[in-house]
């Protein structure tokens, strides 16, 4: 069998370039990335049919020559979308598990509360007076974090991407405007804890190495009603809304201004100054012009746009792979296919990238080179999600940041999922000596390209501490990095182990497919066709990664990357 994987290019109208991205962005993958991506896009299309506006068809495909060259308009790629509720109140009303949001003039309290001393990326435990229910779970202590939310049951004073995959994953939630900010340089924090109410206000607050302030306010109602209020909101970019954490289904992506009644799950709205990317258009319109052949569709643009502070990612577009944890399902023809679509990837601005496929990536978390950042994306089709059984209990200790990277304490062999490469030090210590360095044996055995008996025991740190390059506390989130010291305890873990959780892989390796075909895309604006050094790049990319794949894999597996029309 011959999976196939498409490379697309769009052209957008007139937009300005929007700011590049700062450095360090991640891979903005997680369990739950192809339901939000589906979320977003009805979204739009809502949104387009409450405004009236009608979807224009450009419909200009060209072809390069491996590359498709699609030609977007505003179905494509929507505009901003600023921040529109300054002297309102929203409020989120339970109903079971869902919520009906209703919007009317806004009305603060006339009383602040105390002061919390409160600093940049922290976070502050505070018992409720009353126990306060969130989708229909019951909370008696809620964490005021400095970065505009509330969480339950563990406070969030990370200083990862303020981003809608964080929002979701994360712990049960409250946002009133989650973004960057910092009491630290400017305003005040307060909480005022009332029989029937608590009330959080942030006061003047400044952005993170911004001048400007957002005062807002939440208040929480004994009878799980949650009230969110602005006097000024400054900050061009912010999420709004609540999730039951952990990522339970998809969100509802709404429009705050206009009210709603969510389906359960949770409820948000992201507020830009920048464009985005409707990715289900984009890829349904590129099948109204290409055949149904390809496993994947590789996205690549001309231009910044916002990605949800992430720099590349994958959605899993079906998936009827057994053993890899990861449930059987099927959206391909929301996303345009007939049945062949396995797995959509954004790769984003050709111009972010070296002239060199083996250049190192400024601006991608850990530099990788271009090749290894596709390993790891391409990956994320079979990769890495699976738990093992631990004392006959299921543990997911292997897995890191969206429950869809290996734990940063987990030995991966350096794989291109994240993880590290580690040596023994003796005792309990271990140095991190390299990472996305190769596709490891169990990733191999996952992806159906070797049988269980090639995969030999690995062991991760039970109990690990240990400090980043800058000093902060190493989690199983954390990036990987090179010559660190971790002290814990080493657990051996069995391939065995994994398969009594998740049941042997089916297609096991004498059956599942060894051929692929990627199929490449480039996305560029309306009337600024790609130049000849852009495609040029992209093609050597393109060449170059047919015989990294195959080498990665161990000769293995072979990719395709013609592409047919």
């Known amino acids: 069998m011959l999976l196939a994987f498409i490379s697309l290019c769009i052209l957008s109208p007139g937009y300005s370039d929007a700011e590049p991205h700062p450095v360090d962005l991640l891979c903005g993958t997680f369990h739950g990335r192809g339901e939000m991506e589906l979320a977003f896009h009805r979204a739009v299309a809502e949104r387009r049919a409450r405004s009236g506006q009608a979807l224009r068809q450009m419909g ?53 509360g105390r002061r919390l001393s409160i600093g940049d990326d922290a976070s502050i435990g505070v018992d409720l007076p009353f126990s306060f229910s969130l989708f229909g779970e019951s909370w008696d202590r809620v964490f005021i974090n400095s970065d505009g939310n509330l969480t339950f049951g563990r406070g969030d004073s990370a200083s990862s991407a303020r981003s809608v995959s964080r929002f979701l994953t994360g712990a049960p939630r409250i946002a009133p405007f989650f973004t960057d900010l910092d009491p630290s340089e400017g305003g005040s924090v307060s909480v005022a804890e009332l029989p029937n109410r608590l009330v959080v206000t942030w006061d003047k607050v400044t952005e993170w190495g911004e001048t400007n302030e957002n005062t807002f306010q939440v208040v929480l109602e004994r009878n799980g009603r949650v009230v969110v209020r602005y006097e000024t909101v400054d900050a061009r970019r912010g999420i709004v809304g609540l999730s039951p954490g952990g990522v339970s289904g998809g969100p509802r992506f709404v429009d705050l201004s206009a009210g709603s009644e969510s389906e359960g799950g949770a409820v948000v709205e992201r507020f830009l100054a920048e464009r985005v990317i409707d990715n289900v258009a984009t890829t349904k319109r590129f099948y109204q012009h290409f055949p149904d052949q390809y496993e994947a569709v ?7 746009s916002d990605t949800d502070n992430s720099f590349a990612f994958e959605s899993t577009i079906q998936n009827d792979i057994r053993g890899i944890g990861s449930n059987q399902f099927d959206v391909a023809s929301a996303w345009g296919s007939d049945g062949k679509l396995e797995s959509f990837i954004y790769m984003g601005n050709i111009d972010r990238y070296p002239d060199s496929p083996t250049a190192r990536v400024r601006g991608a978390s850990g530099g990788p080179t271009i090749l290894a950042l596709l390993a790891h994306e391409v990956g994320h089709r079979w990769l890495a999600k699976p738990q093992f059984m631990k004392a006959g209990v ?38 991190t000596a390299g990472f996305e360095l190769r596709y490891s044996s169990l990733d191999l055995y996952l992806m159906g390209f070797i049988p269980a008996s090639g995969v030999a025991p690995f ?15 190493l989690t199983n989130e954390a990036q990987p990095e090179t010559g660190l010291v971790v002290t814990g305890t080493r657990r051996n873990v069995l391939l065995d182990d994994v398969i009594l959780a998740e049941g042997p892989r089916a297609p096991d390796f004498q059956k599942a ?27 050597s990319i393109r060449t170059a990664w047919e015989p990294f794949f195959q080498s990665k894999t161990r000769g293995r597996a072979i990719v395709s990357t013609t592409l047919v029309r």
């Open 298 to 304: 590789v996205l690549w643009t001309t231009f910044e």
């Open 60 to 112: 200009v495909v060209d072809q390069i020559g491996n590359i498709a060259v699609l030609e977007g308009d505003g179905g494509l790629i929507t505009g901003a979308n600023p921040f529109d509720l300054l002297a309102s109140e929203i409020a989120f009303e339970p109903l079971g598990r869902a919520y009906r949001v209703r919007r009317r003039p806004s009305a603060f309290e006339p009383s602040l």
């Open 459 to 473: 062991f991760y740190i039970e109990g690990a501490t240990g400090q980043d390059s800058r000093g902060e506390a």
């Open 394 to 431: 299921r543990s997911n200790a292997l897995l890191g940041r969206g429950n869809a990277h290996w734990s940063f304490f987990l030995d991966s062999d350096g794989s291109f999922l994240e993880g590290n490469e580690y040596t023994v030090q003796g005792g309990n210590q271990f140095r």
């Open 513 to 539: 497919p060894k051929q692929f075909r990627h199929a490449w895309v480039l996305l560029h604006r309306n009337g600024l066709p790609p130049s000849a050094a852009q495609i040029a790049k992209l093609e």
